[in-house]
């Protein structure tokens, strides 16, 4: 409906526009046209008027004109298209060419009066039937005495005929001329539209949950094929987080339900007969390990849609991230102490950014704990610190099972472990690294991994140092 309505409009503005430049163009072909044409009549007119005056001067008819001969001697002031009269000095019509006829075409006051004063008059005038004249006067003089006026006039009806064609020729052309590019305008118009249309179906698709579908026709880099690639890249991204929800929804709930497994068999278990208090503390314990579990997932998730949602507060403040790593490293003997992985420090420099602390330790922690879980036993993890550049270098390294290159990008999902870190590490939720991932994209980092599997993993953290520094 839209489109079609952008279709009517385009067409009617193009055509109102058209109608507009034609209707000036018209109008001033015929006055420019008209105008001509008079101009060239009163040219031919000045043109007659001096011929006759000279053909009168040189036979020697003035100041006083012998009548009878004139009209002997000049046949050829009977021009087919021309007229002539000659007016006495009082302003009686003293001899006039045959083609007059029996006309009265008197003398005007105007012409007379100007005459007396020896100006020429041009004059158009309708006499019976309408039949237009365009007339010129001429006084003839005889030191400074008006002898006689000499008039010469031409029937208008030839131009105005070829106007009134003119008139009717542009009066027909016109509104066809109208009508041909509103045709076309439409037409046109329809064209230009019609990959919107398609991208209209297409979206009408995606609204009713087709997410696989895309525009086909990018075929231009002009406006239409933009918006076409656009509207692709758009929907792609629609499209990669409507299945990452999708993801999340399904594992989430998977990751609640085998804790609730466990708990629930080995409950039902126990109370199926009655046993000693060892075998119930047991139970106790064990269902309790799971109910942890089950509330770090649900903490986590919480955090993450907080975090989502932007609900997080951060107290961003000049931190010394060297003591942090310090600090952090301390924990990490402890951690480690089980599997017999050692947590040492590589280069440190004092560095300070800004940023939160708390967040920050949770980051290096999550780090250092996932190194220590994924090591070989009895292995070192190193933690360093570095500027590199305008931006604080966080580096921490292990030598474990590792991450495969197609598993790296995934492995900052939420919810995704690897399968031989499932394998390897049975405790574990996946959102660790999500988690992390968080923190540094609200500290305006970058995080990265580089990994062999079975030989090790690096983590390195790029963060940028305050801008006083820089
Ligand atoms: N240092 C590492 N070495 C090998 N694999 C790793 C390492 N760190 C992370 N991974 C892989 O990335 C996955 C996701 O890590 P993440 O920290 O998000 O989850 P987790 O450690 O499994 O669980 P959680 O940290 O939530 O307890 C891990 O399951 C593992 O497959
Ligand atoms: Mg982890």
């Given at each position: 409906m839209s489109q079609a309505s952008i279709r009517v409009r385009l067409t009617l503005w193009y055509g109102t526009a058209l109608a507009l430049i034609l209707i000036l163009f018209a109008g001033t072909i015929y006055f420019v046209m008209a105008r001509a044409l008079r101009d060239q009549v009163d040219a031919s007119l000045e043109e007659a008027s001096s011929a006759a005056i000279r053909t009168l001067g040189e036979h020697r008819?003035?100041?006083?004109?012998?009548f009878e001969d004139l009209s002997q001697n000049f046949p050829?002031?009977?021009?087919l298209d021309k007229f002539f009269q000659i007016f006495g000095?009082?302003?009686?019509?003293t001899i006039q060419s045959?083609?007059?006829?029996?006309?009265?075409i008197p003398l005007s006051q105007t012409a007379f009066q100007a005459s007396l004063k020896g100006n020429a008059t041009f004059e158009s005038v309708r006499f019976d039937k309408g039949v237009p004249f365009r007339l010129l006067s001429v006084p003839i003089m005889h030191t400074d005495r008006l002898v006689s006026i000499l008039r010469v006039g031409i029937s208008l009806y030839p131009t105005d005929k070829m106007l009134q064609r003119l008139l009717l020729a542009l009066l027909i052309a016109s509104p066809i001329a109208i009508i041909v590019s509103l045709l076309g305008g439409w037409f046109l118009a329809g064209r230009a539209l019609k990959p919107v249309n398609v991208i209209t179906h297409a979206a009408q698709r995606i609204a009713d949950g087709?997410?696989?579908?895309?525009?086909?026709?990018?075929?231009?880099?002009?406006e239409i094929g933009r918006l076409a690639s656009v509207f692709n890249d758009m929907i792609a991204r629609l499209e990669t987080s409507f299945r990452q929800i999708r993801q999340f929804s399904a594992d989430a709930s998977h990751e609640l339900r085998t804790p609730l497994t466990i708990t629930k068999g080995e409950t039902e278990l126990a109370l199926r007969r009655p046993r000693q208090a060892e075998d119930y503390r047991q139970v106790l314990e064990s269902n309790l390990e799971e109910i942890d579990r089950m509330s770090r997932i649900v903490d986590e998730l919480l955090f993450l849609s907080r975090a989502d949602l932007g609900e997080i507060k951060m107290t961003m403040m000049p931190i010394q991230l060297d003591e942090i790593v310090r600090e952090v490293q301390l924990q990490a003997m402890v951690l480690g102490q089980d599997r017999e992985v050692e947590t040492v420090l590589g280069p440190i420099s004092p560095i300070v950014i800004d940023g939160d602390e708390l967040r920050l330790r949770e980051l290096l922690l999550n780090l250092v704990d996932n190194a220590i879980k994924y090591s070989h036993s009895r292995t070192q993890v190193e933690i360093s610190l570095v500027q590199a550049g305008l931006q604080a270098e966080l580096k921490v390294c292990d030598h474990g099972i590792g991450v495969s290159e197609q598993e790296q990008q995934r492995?900052?999902?939420?919810f995704y472990r690897t399968d031989i870190a499932r394998g390897h590490a049975?405790?574990?939720?996946?959102l660790g690294l999500a988690i992390c991932k968080w923190i540094v994209e609200v500290h305006q980092g970058t995080i990265q991994v580089e990994s062999f599997p079975d030989k090790g993993t690096c983590f390195t953290v790029l963060l940028p140092l305050p801008s006083s520094l820089s």
């Open positions: 008819f003035g100041p006083f004109l012998i050829e002031l009977a021009l000095p009082a302003g009686q019509v045959a083609n007059i006829q029996s006309r009265e087709d997410f696989t579908q895309r525009i086909t026709s990018p075929r231009s880099s002009d492995i900052f999902d939420r049975s405790k574990g939720t996946g």
